[in-house]
């Protein structure tokens, strides 16, 4: 898509973000800026960190080292002890969808989508109830308002899921690998949503292994591999002239699996 406006205000900055488990360092000085109505893909391989990136953009990580700058003038860094309510504070702009099976079985689909903005945001429920049932409209799911969960296919949940981000109103919008755990036949209903919400501007970091929407809806393209970023660029010119060989590798093994 590629619409980035280079003046459009800067949501989320990150600067050499750092991050080790024990002995085994994740994250080596990642750098990311993502700014308002922009769509970054983050693509590596397993294991290269791409989850410990969006769960410190998110607070659920705090990162050894680095700073990340929100919007609004919050900035905390890392070199420091984080307070929680920096890190709360963090968490709030952003709203996560993770692979699956997130959403809480014995809620309904109206209840889960309610949930954060009542409790979290003491949102009135009324108000929550109207904006539930608009999301859901949105993407085809009002008719299962009164559903479970298990009664939902894994798109509808997947589905779900997104409203739920999106009922917190957040100003960034993390998904890890939203279709990787779906059946091939109901990817496709869930990443045309994602692809609805990117025309509608909202700003997005997306980890995903499927190129073909990456190269679709991304404006920026990160690819990670061993806790750094390898080589970033607009798809246009990140799929088709990658500069360095692990990317050339890690594109080549994707899209020819069977050599
Ligand atoms: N909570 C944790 N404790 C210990 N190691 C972890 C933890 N979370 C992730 N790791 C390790 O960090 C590395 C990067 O993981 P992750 O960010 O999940 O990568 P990706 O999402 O790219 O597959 C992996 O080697 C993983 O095993
Ligand atoms: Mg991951």
């Known amino acids: 898509m590629s619409h980035t406006d280079p003046s459009a205000p800067v949501v989320l900055q990150a600067t050499g973000l750092s991050k080790s488990f024990g002995d085994l360092q994740v994250l080596r000085s990642i750098d990311l800026t993502i700014r308002k109505g922009e769509v970054v893909a983050l ?61 809480f079985p014995h809620k309904t689909v109206l209840q889960n989508v309610i949930e954060g903005p009542t409790v979290v945001h003491k949102v009135p429920r009324d108000r929550a109830v109207a904006d539930a049932r608009e999301l859901l409209e949105r993407v085809g799911l009002l008719e299962k308002q009164d559903a479970y969960p298990h009664q939902l296919s894994g798109g509808q949940q997947q589905r779900v899921g997104i409203v739920r981000a999106l009922a917190l109103k957040p100003d960034l919008l993390l998904f890890d690998e939203p279709t990787s755990a779906l059946d091939p036949e109901l990817v496709g209903e869930v990443l045309s949503v994602i692809k609805q919400l990117a025309t509608e501007g909202w700003t997005m970091a997306i980890v995903t292994h499927e190129l073909q929407f990456a190269r679709q809806v991304a404006d920026e393209v990160v690819f990670m591999a061993d806790g750094v970023v390898v080589e970033r660029g607009a798809p246009a010119t990140f799929f088709t002239a990658p500069e360095h060989e692990r990317t050339k590798q890690f594109l080549d093994r994707l899209l020819n699996p069977f050599g």
């Open 43 to 103: 693509i590596g391989p397993s294991g290269s960190g791409k989850t410990t990136v969006l769960r410190s953009l998110n607070g659920l990580e705090v990162p050894d080292g680095g700073v990340l700058t929100v919007g609004d003038g919050l900035e905390l860094d890392f070199s420091y002890p984080i307070s929680d309510v920096h890190r709360y504070a963090l968490r709030d702009r952003s709203a996560m969808v993770f692979q699956a099976h997130n959403l």
